[in-house]
């Protein structure tokens, strides 16, 4: 049985209600497709630290306030994730491609122009969600 990748998700929502998408870097799995920034949950990380470490390495932003929004798992055959996806409702700093990768603010309406990764889907639809409440 192959082992569980633990993986903090970070939904950002800017004040023109408009939401953070990160492109995978070539060489990378799934190389090309827009995300939710994040990354692996290290040993003795809580999902909180771990995210406001990948945030700081991606975006160059530190991490201020979170709340639990869904966790998904999904089988990629290759590997298995477990999302834990909670948004980022207060940041310091201004987001920006840390790691030379491009970013996107992007409206409910212009959502399904990105392709994003299959576990992600479900992320898509709850963010559209909370970005057409607004």
């Not at 970070?10 to 209600?17: E, F, M, R, S, T």
């Not at 408009?18 to 990378?28: E, N």
């Not at 827009?34 to 700081?56: H, I, N, Q």
Request: glycine share 8%; aromatic share 6%; net charge negative.
């Amino acid at each position: 049985m192959s082992h569980i990748i633990h993986v903090a998700v970070g939904v950002l929502i800017d004040d023109k209600h408009c939401v953070l998408l990160a492109r995978r870097l070539k060489g990378t799995h799934l190389e090309g497709f827009w995300e939710f920034p994040g990354g692996k949950v290290e040993p003795k990380e809580t999902v909180k630290m771990a995210l406001d470490r990948e945030l700081r390495e991606e975006l160059g932003i530190k991490v201020d306030k979170t709340s639990p929004l869904l966790i998904i798992s999904h089988d990629y055959g290759e590997k298995q994730v477990l999302l834990d996806v909670h948004r980022v409702e207060a940041w310091l700093g201004e987001p920006f491609g840390a790691e030379g990768q491009p970013i996107a603010w992007v409206d409910a309406q212009s959502l399904g122009d990105f392709q994003v990764p299959e576990a992600n889907a479900e992320i898509m639809a709850r963010v559209a969600e909370l970005l057409n409440a607004n």
